[in-house]
């Protein structure tokens, strides 16, 4: 692994720890460099869910063709209308990093929206704590948070074993 190098300042995601401050939602416009395409049969009830529920903003909407959500600098989906239901959960997902402070506001949000749509959160091998949601179009949608790296852990030992190793 020595050809990477510390590059987070490129990103939005804060330094992980227990009181990290999430950035607010980024409203540029900017060539996007990711973003996923959710195809819904009702995007004003898809759009309340995102918002109200995972905390996105409506960057903006054509009404009937696209809502543009975004929360942090390239967390970006766009809603559009969909020709046919999508009646089952599919095996990819797609993931947006948060805080962990985070974690518990969007399974209550969420919850509260639609009982039984989030599973976890839980720890993974890779130092994060995840939450899956399954939203209304049944896109699966992971949130997931760094945990503070302690080079004593599980966790730490799992990386080194494949050359990341925390910076001396």
């Given at each position: 692994m020595s050809d990477y190098y510390n590059a987070f300042e490129i990103s939005p995601v804060p330094e992980p720890g227990v009181d990290a401050v999430p950035p607010e939602p980024f409203r540029g416009i900017y060539g996007m460099p990711m973003f996923v395409t959710i195809p819904t049969p009702d995007l004003a009830a898809s759009a309340d869910f995102?918002?109200?529920?995972?905390?996105?903003?409506?960057?903006?909407?054509?009404?009937?063709?696209?809502?543009?959500?975004?929360?942090?600098?390239?967390?970006?989906?766009?809603?559009v209308p969909a020709t046919s239901q999508v009646t089952s959960t599919p095996a990819a997902s797609v993931s947006f990093a948060c805080v962990l402070s985070e974690i518990d506001r969007i399974i209550e949000a969420c919850e509260a929206q639609?009982?039984?749509?989030?599973?976890?959160?839980?720890?993974?091998?890779?130092?994060?704590?995840?939450v899956e949601v399954v939203t209304p179009e049944n896109a699966r949608v992971i949130f997931t948070a760094a945990k503070p790296f302690d080079p004593a852990s599980e966790e730490a030992r799992n990386l080194a074993k494949i050359g990341i190793t925390a910076p001396k």
């Open positions: 995102w918002i109200n529920g995972l905390g996105f903003i409506d960057l903006f909407t054509i009404p009937g063709q696209l809502t543009h959500l975004r929360r942090w600098a390239f967390q970006d989906a766009l809603l639609r009982p039984g749509c989030t599973e976890g959160p839980r720890h993974t091998p890779w130092n994060t704590v995840d």
